[in-house]
């Protein structure tokens, strides 16, 4: 009993030893005509037993299984299952191995394994479906957790689009009428790799491009020389982007036009609507479809730069409106400025939408630019351009100073000539003692009178000359140009001493008259009375001049002079001007002879002192005896004494009378009248 036993056991052990199981099914990968070949792991087979592998295939999971092929190789690990139309639907596979003796042992099947389709959706929409299945449920030990899920585009490249555990999988489609072909991977630890059928459809984008930084985001709108809108934006990330829709807000967005190009990012408008308002804009991307995306979340307005000119101050008011929804936000302004149509050159700088230009010069014209900068300088807008010309206020053209002349009463008259075909406010004059160094005097206000005058009392005209000029105000009280310097003559007269009769003049030439000066006539004062007849013409280039009195030693000792210049012919404005220089006095000593004797009927009968260049209306001489008694009295220089009634006798006479300084003098002496 216990031999019998101990052989079937052998027997068993060696019949376990001998059987070869049926293969590890890992990978089936469907080729582009629907073919699937099968992957496996080769059975153990310790005993050389194997005889063939048997295929078996079903289009259900339920089967039935048709019989495919042998594969007499031991160690063949694949098998292509030819006209399998894979590429039409799922196909179920298991393997068995036959072994032993003519392959009578038969193992038991592998796991039923089948082949990954791929069901493709969503042809002619936005959307590509992708619907699929697992090789084997639950997943085989060795088989990956994910799938990998390609697609090409454009052909015959393949790209990655998706990883994932999910048997399905959806893909929103950025491009216009464009073909898509998938197919799904999963790999094996064992090396192999298993993959669906390819499935390949026509797509069509239905989605507009989001708003914001995806579609391109305005940077900056300027405005160019011409007043046109100038826009620049940063290109869209959106991968179907096909172009740029410009919009501009008037009492809605209204599309202006189309920018095509993802990477063109420049537009300029036709419209000049900039140089005399402020525009807003916006952007919004297109897609290959013509899907319009929503506008910009940054629209932007462009800056419209007022200039306003303030005639009297002679200043810019510049005004802007802020900008706003720049990238990194609005760090500061700055002004520039052309004159007369020569390069903007930086003029100030601005944190807030106003800015100032003085000081400008009448008759230019400026122009000015705003340009603002953002936080890093990197981003700049520029205003439209806005010009002026600087203009002056109502004024005369022209102011001339006809004349500085010294008046009798030894003041100085500044005589001015004015256009009156344009107002002004007025004239300054100015006064200087060495024609150089010129100080305010006075204000001449216009009455629309062409000849003006202003008199001056804070003079010493017997000691200096004065230099006079005139400035021209406008309306608004600005200086707008200076006449003619006028300076005035002063006189100096001098009695020769050694020629008693002769008095010496000179003088400084006037200036300066346009038309210079023709000549200078000399003007004499005895006893006071101006004399209005010049007693000489002295031509230019000559400025003394000898007077001899001789012919009026009867008159005062005090005799006086000016001069008057004449302008010369060619003034601008049809006139002779002429000046007048202070009054010079000579004085010559007063001299009296008196006889010490006369002979009533002799020659001398008369006696008569003679007096020359004194006073006549303080002339007195009186005659007294030898007692005291008066015995003659006169006030008059050419009345004598004939001694009538007297006897002859020495007299006492005294001789009263005013020289030409006014100085009261007393003679005294004796008298003899002989008979």
Request: proline letters at 5%.
């Amino acid at each position: 009993m216990r031999l019998f036993i101990g052989i079937l056991f052998f027997c068993l052990v060696s019949l376990t030893k001998a059987q070869v199981g049926p293969p590890s099914l890992r990978c089936i990968a469907c080729g582009p005509t629907g073919d699937l070949t099968l992957t496996w792991i080769i059975p153990l087979d310790p005993g050389g037993q194997f005889f063939s592998y048997e295929i078996y295939r079903s289009a259900v999971f339920a089967g039935p299984y048709v019989f495919l092929a042998s594969v007499n190789t031991y160690t063949a690990n694949t098998y292509n299952d030819a006209g399998a139309a894979g590429n039409l639907q799922a196909k179920y596979y298991f393997i068995k191995t036959r072994w032993g003796a003519a392959g009578t042992n038969t193992s038991v099947a592998s796991d039923t394994v089948r082949s990954i389709y791929l069901n493709l959706g969503g042809a002619g929409t936005g959307t590509a479906t992708l619907v699929y299945n697992n090789l084997h449920t639950p997943k085989l030990p060795t088989t990956a957790t994910n799938f990998t899920i390609n697609k090409q585009f454009p052909i015959p490249a393949w790209s990655v689009v998706q990883t994932t555990s999910l048997t399905n999988y959806s893909e929103v489609i950025s491009r216009c009428n464009v073909f898509y072909s998938y197919q799904i991977q999963q790999a094996d630890a064992s090396g192999c790799l298993s993959t669906s059928n390819i499935s390949g459809a026509n797509f069509k984008d239905q989605t507009p491009p989001d708003a914001g930084p995806t579609q391109g985001l305005l940077d900056s709108v300027s405005v160019n020389a011409a007043g046109q809108s100038v826009l620049g934006w940063t290109a869209s990330s959106y991968p179907d982007c096909y172009a740029y829709v410009i919009y501009q807000f008037g009492t809605t967005w209204a599309a202006i036009d189309t920018v095509y190009g993802i990477n063109n990012t420049i537009y300029t408008t036709t419209s000049t609507i900039a140089s005399t308002a402020a525009t807003n804009y916006a952007i919004a991307s297109l897609d290959s479809c013509g899907n319009i995306g929503l506008i910009s979340t940054n629209p932007q307005s462009t800056m419209l730069l007022k200039s306003k000119y303030d005639v009297c101050a002679r200043t810019t008011n510049l005004t802007w409106n802020a900008y706003q929804n720049l990238p990194l936000s609005v760090s500061h302004y700055q002004i520039y400025c052309s004159t007369n149509a020569g390069p903007y050159l930086y003029l100030g700088t601005s944190t807030v939408t106003a800015y100032q230009h003085t000081n400008l010069t009448p008759g230019k014209t400026y122009c000015y630019i705003v340009r603002v900068f953002n936080i890093f300088g990197a981003i700049t807008s520029s205003s439209n351009r806005s010009c002026l010309v600087a203009t002056a206020p109502p004024s005369s053209s022209f102011v001339y100073l006809k004349s500085a002349s010294v008046d009798p009463d030894q003041s100085i008259t500044v005589t001015l000539y004015c256009d009156t075909l344009v107002p002004c406010q007025g004239f300054n004059i100015y006064k200087s003692e060495d024609g150089a160094s010129f100080t305010p005097l006075g204000f001449v206000p216009y009455n629309g009178r062409s000849t003006l005058y202003y008199n001056d009392q804070s003079v010493s005209t017997s000691q200096k000359s004065y230099f006079y000029k005139a400035e021209v105000l406008d309306s608004c009280g600005n200086s707008r140009f200076m006449s003619n310097i006028g300076k005035t003559i002063l006189l100096h007269v001098k009695n020769d001493n050694d020629k008693i009769f002769n008095n010496n003049l000179y003088w400084n030439d006037y200036s300066s008259w346009t038309a210079g000066v023709a000549g200078y006539y000399v003007f004499r004062i005895v006893n006071d009375a101006v004399n209005p007849v010049p007693i000489d013409f002295v031509p230019y280039g000559i400025s003394t001049y000898t007077d001899n009195v001789e012919d009026i030693v009867k008159e005062s000792g005090k005799v006086g002079y000016y001069v008057s210049a004449v302008e010369g012919f060619g003034n601008p404005y049809g006139f002779q001007a002429m000046s007048s220089s202070n009054i010079g006095e000579a004085y010559v000593e007063a001299k009296v002879f008196v006889p010490n004797s006369f002979t009533p009927k002799g020659e001398n009968r008369i006696w008569l002192p003679v007096a020359q260049f004194v006073e006549k209306t303080d002339y007195h001489v009186t005659v007294f005896n030898r007692w005291g008694a008066k015995v003659f009295e006169t006030t008059s220089d050419t009345q004598g004494w004939d001694g009538s009634g007297m006897d002859d006798n020495t007299y006492v006479y005294l001789i009263q009378y005013k020289n030409s300084r006014g100085e009261f003098i007393e003679l005294k002496g004796t008298v003899t009248m002989v008979r």
